[in-house]
């Protein structure tokens, strides 16, 4: 199979699981459930579950075992979407193509949606039925990369402001990378992948994508096309935040992504030809147009 028809098949699979596993409900409360599902539904890329689930294929896993894993991911990467969209943070009103969650419903409901998604990713974990041990490794690695240390660290570098160039690294590294890594992580623990040089090749894979990934971000607020990417671009130069391209100018930010996605396809030496779809969605990921 080429590269663009595994990433749609691999795509559909975590749309299918993501309409099975998210939340759904009634009672007097149940707008939540719209709420949540609204940011769910509007799309996104859906990177962070596809590349728990090549991880897993690659290491001979199975999808039933890493699905709800990489599910959770995406529970948390929406819940942060909603939550950098409030007018606290970076007060967007455009999100994955539509009216971002406070806008639609509020600000009190965004902030409630967001928190809802949260704990709903570690509750989804904890029903997987998983052994208990992988369970409780799941959540280490999901609450450490999404917290303190990990994205929500990340996210209190970016509202300061990075002073130099290792602090925009640092940032990019927690406040992006930490979950694509993440997503890694629980697609070698889904496989269940004990092998500390295989752990460590595809930390240095993750790593290395989650800055790649984070520069072109930036690139994109520069030269997307709003309609596209679904979100407002221009955003860092409007508020004045440091990112790679305004502190290496376009062709440098380009020449960065490019240098740390090499990076990432060199770590995956060791798995050869199984390696095939990461190395290709290292490329796909500098070079996307949204
Ligand atoms: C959820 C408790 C909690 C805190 C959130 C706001 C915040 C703390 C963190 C910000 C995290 C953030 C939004 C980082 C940017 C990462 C990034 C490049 C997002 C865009 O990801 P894509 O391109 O988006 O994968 P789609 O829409 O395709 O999923």
């Not at 309409?19 to 009672?27: H, I, Q, T």
């Not at 707008?31 to 609204?38: G, K, L, W």
């Not at 075992?65 to 970076?90: G, K, N, W, Y």
Request: charged share 25%.
């Amino acid at each position: 199979m080429n590269f663009t028809d595994e990433l749609s098949k691999k795509t559909q699979t975590a749309e299918r699981w993501l309409k099975r596993l998210s939340p759904n409900g009634e009672g007097y409360h149940k707008t939540i459930f719209e709420v949540v599902n609204y940011s769910l539904e509007a799309g996104g890329k859906r990177i962070r579950p596809v590349l728990a689930l090549g991880v897993c294929e690659m290491l001979g896993g199975r999808e039933e075992d890493v699905m709800p894993l990489a599910c959770a991911v995406e529970f948390i990467h929406t819940s942060s979407l909603i939550h950098d969209d409030l007018p606290c943070m970076d007060d967007d009103d455009l999100r994955r193509g539509k009216p971002t969650s406070h806008i639609r419903f509020g600000e009190a409901l965004a902030l409630l949606g967001g928190d809802a998604l949260l704990f709903y990713a570690f509750e989804t974990i904890a029903n997987a039925g998983l052994p208990a041990d992988t369970a409780l490794e799941a959540v280490k690695i999901l609450a450490s990369a999404s917290g303190i240390s990990g994205m929500v660290g990340g996210q209190v570098i970016d509202i300061k402001g990075a002073d130099s160039y290792d602090e925009l690294i640092s940032l990019y590294k927690m406040k992006t990378g930490a979950l694509l890594e993440a997503s890694v992580k629980l697609g070698v623990l889904a496989a269940g992948n004990t092998d500390p040089k295989v752990r460590d090749a595809l930390d240095a894979y993750a790593a290395n994508l989650g800055i790649a990934f984070q520069i072109k971000d930036d690139i994109l607020d520069v030269e997307g096309e709003e309609k596209v990417i679904g979100k407002k671009t221009g955003r860092d130069a409007a508020i004045g935040k440091k990112n790679f391209v305004n502190s290496l100018g376009i062709d440098g930010a380009r020449l960065a992504s490019v240098e740390y996605a090499n990076n990432a396809k060199n770590a995956l030496q060791m798995f050869g030809d199984k390696s095939k779809f990461l190395v290709s969605l290292a490329d796909y990921l500098i070079f996307r147009n949204k």
